[in-house]
């Protein structure tokens, strides 16, 4: 009796895993469906042969004459996932985002971004933050530098609070993380001496880069630093011991950071949570500055004359 229960138990077991795996089966598109998908989105977004677009099964979807279902772009394991609703009919593919207004995505960016113990610039009860990814060795970042200090600084130093992060591009920048870490050794014991290192940097890339050899390079970033900490009166063993330790711990955090919120060049900038890709004109920094303050209810400042601010290049290679 017992044996033909659990004959009974098995064979229903099997059936319902059976019908599990027959419903799996409807719910994907049929193979020339998803041949087509593949094709067109290949075709539509312009992609390189090497990266792989797989389909995703159907599922329900809120709209009636329309299936839902994810595209996978994989890119040699690194993977992109998106949504899309397929017609009933499969002649129409539409590009499905879902905005929760409930939520204020520029404050939610801010929360992502840790600021704690980072040097300033500005008004530290300013409403409007502005958070700039760096790279020392940059020649955009330089830039981009030029643009904030002096010139924007002046007009918005009483409006906005400026903040830089460390993101390195270490591919291309051999001694970009040696300066990050020797800033933040700067940093943990006074602020102007930060800056102050930060713009003699950012201003003389091209001194620093004539030295012979990437050790000599880092040998003159090191004396620049050494020099600002004198010129600060910062404790000269406790920061000869920090640029020696180069301890990348901190700078590495900070690039990853980055990472997480789409950094992928320099300078990325986060003014109250809107990204800015790149060292964009002077006028086009100030409108964005402008729309910030706006939204927090704070008048913008006058501005200068357009002939009387320099033109920035464009955004610095990805990483």
């Not at 539509?44 to 994810?70: C, H, M, N």
């Amino acid at each position: 009796m017992l044996r033909r229960l659990l004959v009974i138990l098995v064979r229903r077991v099997s059936i319902a895993l059976l019908l599990i795996c027959l419903g799996c089966s409807a719910q994907s598109a049929p193979p020339e469906v998803v041949r087509l998908i593949q094709r067109q989105v290949r075709a539509f977004y312009a992609l390189p042969p090497e990266i792989k677009v797989e389909v995703g099964p159907l599922r329900p979807s809120e709209f009636s004459d329309y299936d839902q279902l994810t595209i996978t772009f994989d890119n040699n394991g690194k993977k992109q996932n998106l949504d899309f609703l397929l017609a009933k009919d499969h002649k129409t593919l539409l590009r499905m985002t879902r905005v929760d207004l409930t939520k204020d995505q520029y404050a939610e960016t801010m929360k992502r971004i840790d600021v704690t113990g980072r040097p300033t610039r500005g008004n530290k009860d300013a409403k409007v933050v502005a958070v700039n990814y760096d790279d020392f060795e940059c020649p955009f970042c330089s830039r981009m530098h030029e643009a904030l200090f002096p010139v924007l600084f002046k007009e918005y130093g009483d409006r906005v609070l400026f903040i830089y992060k460390d993101y390195p591009l270490v591919e291309i920048h051999p001694w970009a993380t040696h300066a990050a870490v020797d800033a933040n050794c700067l940093a943990a014991q006074n602020n102007d001496a930060y800056w102050a290192f930060a713009d003699y940097v950012h201003g003389n890339q091209d001194e620093i880069k004539k030295e012979s050899g990437i050790a000599a390079q880092i040998a003159m970033v090191d004396t620049i630093a050494t020099e600002q900490g004198k010129k600060h009166n910062v404790d000269a063993a406790r920061l000869e011991a920090c640029i020696k330790a180069q301890d990348d711990k901190a700078v590495k955090t900070s690039a990853h950071e980055g990472d997480l919120l789409g950094v992928d060049a320099t300078p990325t900038m986060f003014v109250n949570g809107e990204k800015v890709s790149g060292a964009l004109p002077v006028e086009q920094l100030e409108a964005i500055f402008d729309r910030a303050l706006a939204e927090v209810g704070v008048a913008a400042p006058d501005h200068k004359p357009a002939a009387l601010v320099p033109n920035v290049p464009p955004a610095a290679p990805s990483k």
